[in-house]
C-alpha cells in the first residue's frame, strides 16, 4: 500500500500543469529528434541531454522520460517508411514494415507500431512499478563488497554482450575506466592523467562525454558514409488498421511485451535481443506465415511491443542497482550524475518523490505518445525530407551548443569534438560506445567502493568473494555469460532463416522478369 500511496504522490507531481508541459514537450522533441534518419534512441538521448541541465531534477527527468520514449518510438516511423532502421532493434520493423509501406499499407503498419508501443509501455510500466521498490528495498542491505560484485557484473556484460565482439567491448570499457580515472584522486588529493591541464583537474563531464562520443560521433559516422541524392521515402498510405489488423495484432502487442520486458531487465542481451525472440515467435504462432518477409502485420506488432516493454525493462536494474544493461541506460545513469543523483538501492529512500514522479511521468508520457503520433504522422514524415548534410551540420551544432551550455567553457567544446572523434573512430572500427561511458561512469564509483570495502577487511582481497550476496553474483555472472551468448545465437540463427524468407521473393520476383 505504501508503494501504491507514493505512485499516487507521483501522479499529483506529473499531473501538475507545468510537469504536463514538460512532459509534452519531452516526448515532442524525442518523437521529431527520434524519426530523423540514422539517428537511434541512444543518440537522440544524449543530443537533447543537454536541454534538461538547466531545470530542476523533477522537471528534468519528468522531460527526459518523454524524450526517452519518443526516441525509443521515433525510431519506428524512419524503419518503416525510409527501410532505415536507427538502432539494430529497428531493423525488423523495418523489414516487415517497410514491406507494409510499399504495398500501399504503411499507415496500417505505423498504426500497429504506435498502438503496440503504448500497450507494451504501460504493462511495462505497470510491472516497473511492482518490481522496482522489492528490489531495492532488498539492495539497500548491501555492503561495499556486495556492490563490487555488481559492478563487475554490470561491466562484464555490458562489455561482452552490447557488440559483436567481446573483445572490442572489453577494450572500449577500458577506454572508458580510463577516462574516469582523469582528475583529481578524491582520497590523495593528487591529480591523475589530466597532462597539467587545469581544465581537466576535476574530471571530465559525463554530458561531455555522451553528447560527443554518442551524437557527435555517430554524426561524423553517418556523415562519412551518407548517400549522394535523395532518400527514397515511401508514402504512408491512406486507410488504417482493419478489423482483420486488430485481430492479428493484440496477441502480437502482449506476447511482445511478455518478451520484451524480461529480456530489458537482463543484462544478457538488449532490445534487439527481444525483437528477434518475438519475431521468431510471431513467425511460428502466426496462421498467415507465407506473408512474413512480405509485409506480415504481426512482424511489426510483435517486435515493437518487444523494444518497448524493453525500454521501461531496463529501468529496473538502471533505478534500483544502478546497473545499465543497454546503450540508452548509459546516458540515463549520466543524465542522474549530472544533477549530482547516483541510481541505487539508496534512490527510493533518498529520492524518492523524484522517482515516483518519474514512473509515473511514464504513463502520462505513453497516453501523450499515443494522442500525439497518430494523427501527426504527416510531420514526421516531413521531418524526413530534410536534406541530411543540413541534418547532420545542425546535429554537430547543437551538440556543441548543448555541452557548451554545461560549463560555459571552450575547454569542453574542444574536448567533445576530441571525443567525437574518438567516438567516430570507434564505431568505423567495430568498437561498441555503450562500455566506454559505462566504465567512465561507474569506474570512479567502483574505485570507490572497492577501497572501501579493502579499509573495512584491513587490506584482505578474499572479502571481495567471501559475501554470500557477492557470491552469488559472481555465479549468476557467468550465468549471464552464458545466457548472451546463448540469445546471440538463436539471434543468429532467426537473423539466417530471415535472410532466406527474404531471398526467396527476391529470387521469384527475378525468375518471372
Request: glycine content about 16%; overall charge negative; proline content about 2%.
Given at each position: 500500500m505504501g508503494d501504491f500511496g507514493a505512485l499516487l504522490d507521483g501522479f499529483a507531481t506529473a499531473l501538475q500543469p507545468m510537469y504536463l508541459l514538460y512532459a509534452l514537450i519531452?516526448?515532442?522533441?524525442?518523437?521529431?529528434?527520434?524519426v530523423l534518419p540514422g539517428i537511434g534512441p541512444a543518440m537522440t538521448l544524449a543530443l537533447?541531454?543537454?536541454?534538461?541541465?538547466?531545470?530542476e531534477p523533477t522537471a528534468a527527468f519528468i522531460?527526459?522520460?518523454?524524450?526517452y520514449y519518443g526516441g525509443m518510438y521515433g525510431g519506428s516511423t524512419t524503419s518503416i517508411l525510409l527501410n532505415a532502421p536507427g538502432e539494430s532493434s529497428s531493423i525488423i520493423t523495418a523489414l516487415?514494415?517497410?514491406?507494409?509501406?510499399?504495398?500501399?499499407r504503411g499507415s496500417a503498419a505505423l498504426a500497429t507500431a504506435a498502438i503496440g508501443s503504448f500497450v507494451a509501455g504501460t504493462i511495462a510500466t505497470v510491472a516497473l512499478t511492482l518490481v522496482a521498490p522489492t528490489i531495492a528495498r532488498l539492495a539497500v542491505q548491501l555492503g561495499p563488497a556486495d556492490y563490487v560484485a555488481l559492478l563487475v557484473l554490470a561491466f562484464l556484460t555490458v562489455a561482452a554482450v552490447l557488440g559483436s565482439s567481446p573483445p572490442r567491448g572489453i577494450a572500449s570499457l577500458g577506454i572508458g575506466l580510463f577516462l574516469g580515472l582523469v582528475g583529481t584522486d578524491t582520497l590523495t588529493g593528487q591529480q591523475r592523467f589530466t597532462l597539467g591541464l587545469p581544465a581537466l583537474a576535476d574530471g571530465i563531464d559525463v554530458v561531455v562525454v555522451a553528447v560527443g562520443v554518442f551524437a557527435v560521433g555517430e554524426a561524423l559516422y553517418v556523415a562519412s558514409r551518407m548517400r549522394r541524392g535523395p532518400i527514397p521515402l515511401v508514402p504512408a498510405g491512406k486507410g488504417w488498421m482493419t478489423k482483420d489488423d486488430w485481430r492479428r495484432s493484440w496477441k502480437p502487442w502482449l506476447r511482445g511485451t511478455a518478451i520484451g520486458f524480461p529480456i530489458g531487465t537482463l543484462p544478457a542481451g538488449g532490445a534487439e535481443v527481444?525483437?528477434?525472440?518475438?519475431?521468431?515467435?510471431?513467425?511460428?504462432?502466426s496462421k498467415h506465415r507465407e506473408e512474413f518477409g512480405k509485409?506480415?502485420?504481426?512482424?511489426?506488432?510483435?517486435p515493437e511491443a518487444a523494444n518497448n516493454a524493453s525500454a521501461a525493462g531496463v529501468l529496473v536494474p538502471l533505478l534500483t542497482l544502478g546497473l545499465p544493461t543497454s546503450a540508452t541506460a548509459a546516458i540515463l545513469i549520466s543524465a542522474f550524475q549530472s544533477y549530482g543523483i547516483q541510481p541505487g538501492p539508496l534512490l527510493f529512500q533518498d529520492e524518492s518523490a523524484l522517482i515516483w514522479a518519474l514512473i509515473a511521468s511514464l504513463y502520462i508520457g505513453n497516453v501523450l505518445l499515443l494522442v500525439l503520433n497518430l494523427p501527426l504522422v504527416g510531420i514526421w514524415v516531413k521531418l524526413l525530407q530534410i536534406p541530411r548534410p543540413y541534418l547532420y551540420a545542425g546535429i554537430l551544432t547543437f551538440a556543441a551548443l548543448g555541452s557548451y551550455s554545461v560549463g560555459a567553457s571552450t575547454e569542453d567544446l574542444v574536448l567533445l569534438f576530441l571525443l567525437g572523434l574518438l567516438g567516430w573512430a570507434m564505431r568505423n572500427f567495430g568498437f561498441p560506445i555503450a562500455p566506454a561511458v559505462v566504465g567512465l561512469i561507474l569506474g570512479p564509483?567502483?574505485?570507490?567502493q572497492l577501497r572501501r570495502a579493502l579499509a573495512i577487511s584491513q587490506g584482505d582481497p578474499t572479502v571481495l568473494v567471501t559475501s554470500p550476496f557477492a557470491a552469488v553474483v559472481y555465479?549468476?555472472?557467468?550465468?549471464?555469460?552464458?545466457l548472451g551468448w546463448w540469445l546471440r545465437r538463436r539471434q543468429a540463427r532467426t537473423e539466417a532463416e530471415l535472410a532466406a524468407v527474404v531471398a526467396t521473393p527476391a529470387e521469384s520476383e527475378r525468375s518471372s522478369s
Open positions: 519531452g516526448v515532442t522533441l524525442g518523437t521529431a529528434v527520434g537533447l541531454l543537454p536541454l534538461t541541465y538547466s531545470l522531460m527526459f522520460a518523454g524524450i516487415e514494415g517497410n514491406r507494409m509501406a510499399k504495398a500501399g527481444g525483437t528477434f525472440l518475438s519475431y521468431s515467435a510471431e513467425r511460428k504462432l509485409g506480415a502485420i504481426e512482424g511489426v506488432a510483435g564509483i567502483a574505485e570507490e555465479a549468476a555472472l557467468v550465468v549471464f555469460l552464458f
